[in-house]
């Protein structure tokens, strides 16, 4: 595996449901972020983490919550979500933070019903 | 607050038609202008960084400019591979915040 690798790819959910999606990143960089992408929206930032400590969380709802055990794993839980929630959630890496070159995974299409 | 617009919004191009995409911004104290490439159903992919007004870069058939406020990214003689959506970002270095344009959807006909 090389670069950035996003689970589920695609993901259909009810409001209620419970669900999670996991980044994992192979070019052991030492910061993770989570962007969402809307139709017709620039992307967005959600949540920055940096050698697993969070340094910025964008006024994202308590409805996402972030986890990153180590530097090469992150995972955006999800739960009792709106269907406007419904997006591409892109997982982007970078060697350190304070820089505008990412590297993005494929994302993870989310559908709330 | 920063702000990135880009233009045209879609733009169709016959193949060795070449042209520009527009990328405007306005923030308080640029740290770095980026290019990425985004293909359907795939995340955005690192293109370019400008530091400072004047500064090129180039890639293949890409070429992207920087100016006080605005950049362009010139494509020459386009072929059908180069349709995509090229995203435009800004950094100011402040709470390791990028803030993107809308995205211009190239399309290349052959």
């Known amino acids: 595996e090389t670069g950035v690798t996003q689970t589920p790819r695609h993901l259909v959910m009810g409001m209620t449901n419970k669900k999670s999606l996991k980044c994992e990143q192979h070019?052991?960089?030492?910061?993770m972020y989570w962007y969402k992408q809307s139709a017709k929206k620039p992307l967005e930032l959600m949540f920055v983490y940096s050698l697993e400590e969070r340094v910025e969380n964008n006024s994202v709802p308590s409805r996402f919550s972030p986890e990153c055990p180590n530097s090469s794993h992150l995972f955006l839980h999800l739960h009792t979500l709106q269907p406007e929630d419904s997006a591409l959630y892109l997982c982007?890496?970078?060697?350190?933070?304070?820089?505008?070159?990412?590297?993005f995974g494929e994302g993870s299409r989310l559908t709330v019903l | 607050e920063d702000q990135v617009t880009q233009s045209p919004e879609a733009l169709r191009l016959q193949e060795g038609e070449s042209s520009s995409l527009n990328c405007s911004y306005t923030?308080?104290?640029?740290?770095?202008l980026f290019w990425y490439r985004q293909d359907p159903g795939k995340g955005p992919e690192f293109l370019f960084t400008l530091y400072s007004a004047g500064e090129e870069k180039e890639k293949e058939r890409l070429k992207a400019t920087l100016t006080k406020k605005e950049s362009f990214l010139h494509i020459t003689a386009p072929k059908p591979e180069d349709s995509a959506t090229y995203l435009c970002?800004?950094?100011?270095?402040?709470?390791?915040?990028?803030?993107f344009g809308k995205g211009i959807t190239l399309s290349v006909r052959p």
């Open positions: 982007a890496s970078s060697q350190v933070p304070d820089t505008g070159e990412l590297f």
């Open positions: 923030v308080s104290g640029l740290r770095g």
């Open positions: 070019l052991g960089h030492n910061a």
């Open positions: 970002a800004v950094y100011t270095g402040a709470n390791s915040k990028l803030t």
